[in-house]
């Protein structure tokens, strides 16, 4: 007789059930409540008086907040750029890499997917581009990623320290600077450790899927395995300074963004406020997951102006419009991009066989 197969334990068959039902109910719970909360704030308001509060801004002023917007993106560009240089000893040039960024960003906003969809298109173009293996630049679009939002949280996590402190709520400043340096105190152990072990046990599985597979398989799993020792070559002797530096650079030009916008309706806004509202916004998007932060975002960001003393109507006014901005200049640099990137690909030569075709 053979032996029967023991049952599947219950903690087994509920993590892959909470994974794929769970987090996402998080996540739309905390979608509604930040519309239900805005709603409530903003309820009283007017929609005439709201128009006509975001008809009488100042076109110079919008004008230089659009150029800031741009700016931001141009350092996301270089960050990539220093990192692909140092990883494969290759990157595209500014004006390519910022308008691949932006088809990406783009992509981003209309495809609920895009959060992995994006980062492979992206490496896709600048691999066609500068004629390298997709899984190598691949690898350099995770590093960027990762750099990006290590970047934009940290950054949030210091505006809440600074804002709590600024108060008077000395404890929660106390509390979330402790756990922030825990967090940080920890990353740089797991970091050592996997630069002292010489590999990975990712890198390892890879390389044994690849050997063992074929065909299209063994094409995935080759690029599988090049983009993570991209990346963890990447984590482990990458420039880290400057990218911390530029996604700093990126987290400052948003704030300074809101700041103007706040100007251009004619209510200046103090400059820890907008640090607020601008990073707690950034953290209800990533948070939620919504496509480009769309809606979780905005809300947040009204919620922490009005409690942090803004008028309802100035605080929905310099939210909507500053967001409009920022989705105008994607959809509207981004996709034309992602139209002439695809023809592009398109009309160029035929993809090797080790290389992934596109869908």
Request: proline content about 6%; hydrophobic content about 55%.
């Amino acid at each position: 007789m053979t032996p029967e197969t023991p049952p599947p334990s219950s903690s087994a068959s509920s993590a892959p059930l909470l994974k794929r039902w769970g987090i996402p109910a998080l996540k739309m719970g905390l979608v509604v409540l930040g519309i239900y909360f805005t709603w409530r704030l903003i309820a009283g308001i007017e929609w005439a008086d709201l128009a006509a509060r975001v008809a009488a801004a100042s076109w110079p002023l919008l004008a230089v907040a659009t150029a800031i917007l741009l700016v931001r993106f141009q350092l996301w560009d270089l960050r990539f750029r220093l990192a692909a240089r140092r990883s494969i000893g290759q990157s595209p040039g500014p004006a390519f890499g910022f308008f691949v960024l932006l088809a990406s960003s783009a992509l981003n906003l209309i495809t609920p997917s895009a959060r992995l969809i994006g980062g492979l298109v992206r490496a896709r173009y600048f691999a066609q581009a500068v004629s390298r293996p997709f899984g190598e630049v691949y690898g350099v679009v995770l590093y960027d990623q990762v750099a990006h939002h290590a970047a934009m949280s940290t950054c949030t996590w210091i505006a809440v320290i600074v804002v709590a402190a600024s108060i008077g709520r000395v404890g929660l400043s106390a509390a979330a600077l402790a756990a922030l340096v825990a967090v940080v105190a920890g990353l740089a152990i797991w970091v050592r450790r996997g630069a002292r072990s010489g590999t990975n046990p990712l890198v390892r599985f890879l390389a044994s899927r690849a050997e063992r597979a074929e065909g299209g398989a063994q094409r995935f799993y080759a690029h599988g395995h090049e983009a993570v020792e991209v990346f963890l070559r990447l984590l482990t002797h990458g420039p880290h300074g400057a990218a911390a530096l530029l996604g700093t650079g990126f987290f400052v030009m948003n704030v300074v963004a809101q700041w103007v916008v706040f100007l251009a309706l004619g209510e200046p806004v103090a400059p820890l406020v907008v640090l607020a509202g601008v990073a707690l916004g950034n953290a209800a998007g990533m948070l939620t997951g919504t496509p480009g932060g769309i809606g979780t975002t905005e809300a947040a960001m009204v919620a922490s102006f009005t409690a942090l003393g803004v008028d309802p109507v100035e605080a929905t006014a310099g939210s909507l419009l500053y967001r409009g901005v920022h989705y105008i200049l994607v959809l509207a640099i981004g996709i034309p991009s992602l139209l002439l990137l695809e023809l592009r690909m398109s009309r160029a030569r035929p993809l090797p066989a080790d290389e992934p075709a596109s869908e």
